[in-house]
């Protein structure tokens, strides 16, 4: 197994197996094969034409044996020639029947023919060594796989498509030019030259700070729609909140009961309404409580709700006015700036509009109110249309660029920073060799998105979270 070191990584130069395809037993899988000995390898499982002389991105069929040379499946077998594939080395895709046990014996014998098991992320890895995508693309491959809305695919397809990585490099070309100009300051500034009024370089330095401030900006939105945007939902206990999460995911994910206390934990699931996806929070009932674990459950409900965008408060229509305007004051305190939903539970035993005058004096400006029972599932689609009015989550361009990853919003912030620092330095008249230390670690950030500037344990932190096969 030979090693070559480049000046990304080094990259391990045997060849690679996996299967490529989701685990479990379906109408085909497909085995994945890559390195410099990958036609090699297969061609000594495999019962068909030569595939020595096969041009490249050729299907062909034929049978594969196991690692005692029977039989093993009738295969569907696909070739790339490097550097015209996907990790830019020889490829080669063996698609199998879905039998579990097909898959198992199809690699072990591709191990035994001079393979090794790929771990995860390995192809995409190789991908981005070989030069095919910077690191910012490669890590859009396990956004695209792991989408869960119509915008979050979007967005993801838009980074592996290489806009996010064409508007970095625009940022840099700017960069080395502002550093350029600098420098020739420095060089020449016991002479009477100028090259640029620093008016200008000052104008170039708002405008580049500018696109890095707009692009740190869009994390709020590309993290919600990565991850599901926050819904906390908040009440007094029994107030029917776990009820209401399970009437919304139709599904009975949370624990019901008549007994005060029951959730003293929080819970989470995600469920996509109208292309938003969204991720709903069950807290625990908050009251005063001499429970240890129950009182821990409802420290939890606070930090959940200080980190949602919408609120659903869930509130019992038997509850008396007063004890709503008391636990008010708890809850409309750590909704500053969030979208609160006031949601009447238990319309099937008391009348909403016992309540409603008292709630529109108690609700923030902007509050919605939605009267439901979610025992009965009564009103709970009106209340998702009001949940997905109120996330109005913007429409995705084709071209659009949103951050969504917090490795990528960490390296755009810390850049920011370091240019409101030149910025302020060129304001003050600062010497010119203090700014440009300034710019070049603004390039420093912005080559660790792209994985020009990045270290082995970067790589090996990242490619971890990739399925194995891809």
Not at 138 to 163: L, T, Y
Request: hydrophobic share 45%.
């Amino acid at each position: 197994m030979g090693i070559i070191m480049t000046n990304k990584t080094a990259i391990i130069n045997d060849t690679i197996c996996a299967i490529a395809t989701p685990q479990g037993m379906g109408g085909i899988a497909v085995a994945r094969v890559s390195g410099p000995q990958a036609i090699e390898v297969v061609s000594r499982r495999w019962k068909g034409k030569s595939l020595d002389q096969m041009p490249s991105h050729t299907v062909h069929l034929g049978h594969v044996t196991d690692s005692a040379g029977q039989v093993l499946d009738q295969v569907v077998l696909t070739l790339y020639r490097g550097p015209h594939s996907f990790t830019g080395e020889d490829v080669v895709e063996i698609a199998c029947h879905g039998s579990r046990w097909i898959q198992q014996q199809l690699i072990i014998s591709l191990i035994d023919a001079g393979c090794r098991a790929a771990t995860g992320g390995e192809f995409t890895r190789r991908a981005f060594a070989a030069g095919r995508m910077d690191l910012a693309e490669a890590e859009a491959v396990a956004d695209v796989i792991a989408a869960q809305s119509q915008a979050a695919h979007r967005v993801a397809m838009n980074q592996m498509r290489g806009h996010f990585s064409h508007e970095l490099q625009q940022l840099r070309e700017q960069l080395l030019h502002f550093v350029a100009l600098i420098e020739l300051e420095l060089d020449f500034s016991e002479e009477d030259v100028t090259f640029a009024q620093r008016s200008e370089v000052i104008d170039l330095a708002q405008h580049m700070r500018d696109v890095i401030h707009r692009l740190t900006s869009s994390f709020h939105t590309g993290d919600a729609i990565r991850n599901g945007l926050p819904v906390a939902i908040v009440g007094q206990t029994n107030a029917g909140k776990s009820t209401l999460l399970n009437a919304l995911l139709h599904d009975d994910r949370a624990l019901v009961s008549d007994i005060h206390g029951t959730t003293r934990d929080v819970i989470e699931d995600t469920i996509t309404l109208q292309g938003t996806l969204l991720r709903f929070i069950d807290t625990a009932g908050i009251r005063q409580s001499d429970d240890a674990v129950e009182a821990m459950g409802i420290e939890r409900s606070f930090r959940k709700l200080d980190e949602a965008q919408i609120v659903l408060w869930v509130i019992d229509a038997t509850t008396p006015v007063a004890d709503i305007t008391t636990f008010s004051k708890q809850i409309v305190p750590h909704c500053t700036g969030k979208h609160i939903v006031a949601v009447v539970n238990k319309t099937d035993l008391a009348p909403a509009t016992s309540i409603d005058a008292a709630l529109s004096t108690i609700l923030p400006e902007g509050s919605q109110v939605v009267a439901i029972s979610a025992h009965r599932r009564d009103d709970v689609a009106r209340l998702e249309q009001c949940i997905v009015k109120v996330a109005a989550m913007p429409q995705i361009d084709e071209d659009a660029v949103i951050v969504t990853n917090v490795r990528h919003y960490e390296a755009l912030s810390h850049a920011e920073q370091a240019l409101d620092r030149a910025l302020a330095a060129l304001h003050d008249g600062l010497s010119g060799d203090l700014i440009g230390q300034d710019i070049r670690e603004v390039l420093h950030h912005l080559g660790t998105i792209t994985g020009e500037i990045t270290t082995h344990d970067i790589l090996g932190e990242i490619f971890a979270h990739f399925c194995v096969g891809k």
